[in-house]
Each structure stands twice: as C-alpha cells, then as structure tokens.
C-alpha cells in the first residue's frame, strides 16, 4: 500500500502548497484520522484529513484521471478564493466537487477576462504554472493606438521590466478601427500582469485583454463567460504530457450480457380443445334426433 509524506499528499490533492501545508500541521490545524497530525506523519489511501472544516480523503498516487475544466473568466472577477473587498470570485461559479478541491492553472488580473483552467490534481497544476514548463499563453490585446515596426520588434527580442526582461514569442496584427487596435501575442510564462506591463513599456495602454488559448487548448466562442466546460480525457492526457505526467484513459465499464429470452409456445387463439370435442359431440347428438 503506496504512503507519502502528509504535506506532499495534500498538496497534491490542491489543499496548497507543500510549505502551506508544512505550517499548518505545525500550527495543529490539521487532523488526521481524527489525531491532530504531525510533521512526518504518513498518509495511505483512504485516510481521513480535517482542515477548517473541510474533509479530505487521501488518494492514491495512482488514482483515476484528474478533473480539468476551462472556465471563461469576465472582468470584475479574482482569481482568489475569498477577496477581502468582497469582489466576485471565479470559484464561486464552478460545479463542486466532493473531498477535493479546484486548483487554477494560473491567475488572471481582475480586468482580464478569458480562459483560465483548473484541476482537481495539485500535481499537474504546479507542473503547468512552472515556469520551466514553458507553456504557451496567447492573448488577444486591444492597446489604444498603433504600434511600429520598431515597437513590435522591440516586444518580440525583450523589454526590460521590474522583475527581468520580458519578450513576445509571437506577435499578430489583427486589425482596428480608430484609435483601437488588436494584436494576438504569445506567451512562454505567466508573470503578473506581464502583457500589459510589456506594452506600457513600450509606450501603449492596454485597453482591453483576453486569454483565449492555453498550451493547446482554445477557448471556445460559443462558451459565454462565467461558464464552465470539462476538458475530454484525451484533452487532459495531452495538457498532462506536456509536463511529463503520464496518464491512461479510464476504460468505460462492459455493459452486460443481455439473458436470452425464452421462446414461449403460442396457442391458437380458440376454445380449449376440450371444448371444441364437446361442441363437435354435442351437433353430431342433435344431427340424431
């Protein structure tokens, strides 16, 4: 029976991470089987963990195929589970789940709508939001005015910013009208609010910005903000490759052998054939007479 550390198991389910976990247990806010849990204590499948009223229950390491769903984010929303100033959150909106809970792929500022992912596997989604995944995110950016050839090809070899230099992989001109102007750009990393500290850089303001695509999943037209769609197994075992996770799709249940029905012989419908004879006897009796 596999075990694992109780920080690395819960982390793993999306309780946070494994530092977050490691000060919990040591503030003693975390029950285990009913015992209040310690550092180094191990964990097996099954095992029942409390924390600020939530129930966890362990999984195994080699459990079903993790849950994936795209959520299109409007503006006006956070990314974080509760806000302080009571803003709407996105996790306010999505389905529940049951001894677990949704881990998001990432973070997008509170004036950027678009897709955003989440899992219910804390696992796959450290290993997407590292930086050395090098996962591509592309966004649609409305700036307010045009830029230059020589603005475009500053963005796509690095400018310089507070935290490192910063570049666009990709950059696509997609047309406007007036002082509006789109562009899609690629990203390889997802730095706060990078997109639009990279064109205040270069002198343009950011008016309007969208994540439409992630790795290789698009965000659907059809799907309206604040809405939910769960990604196939197929989606989730390529986003999980992408970081060297490793999945099978589950095999769906043989449905059962249907018992041959039994023929049943059918009479002809008629009297009994006891009574056609009395019939029979009975005219023969007055044919006599």
Known sequence: MNKERIQKALARQGLG???QVETWVSEGKIQLNGEVAKLGDHVKPG???MYSGRKIIIKSTDSKLPRVIA???PEGQVCSRSDPEGRPTIFENLPGLKHSRWV????LDLNTSGLILLTDEGELANRLMHPSSQIQREYAVRTLGT???EILRKLTHGVQLEDGLARFEDIVDSGGHGTNHWYHVVLMEGRNREVRRMWE???LR???LMRVRFG???LNKSQRPGKTKELTAKQVIELASMVDLHYEIPEEPKPEKSKPVKKVAHRKSGPPQGKKQDQKNSRSRNNRR
């Open 147 to 149: 830029a230059s050839d």
């Open 104 to 107: 998001a792929i990432g973070r």
């Open 47 to 49: 095992d029942t963990v």
């Open 17 to 19: 991470s494994r530092r």
């Open 201 to 203: 850089a270069v002198g």
């Open 71 to 73: 959520y299109h984010k």
């Open 206 to 208: 950011v008016s309007r």
């Open 216 to 218: 290789p999943f698009i």
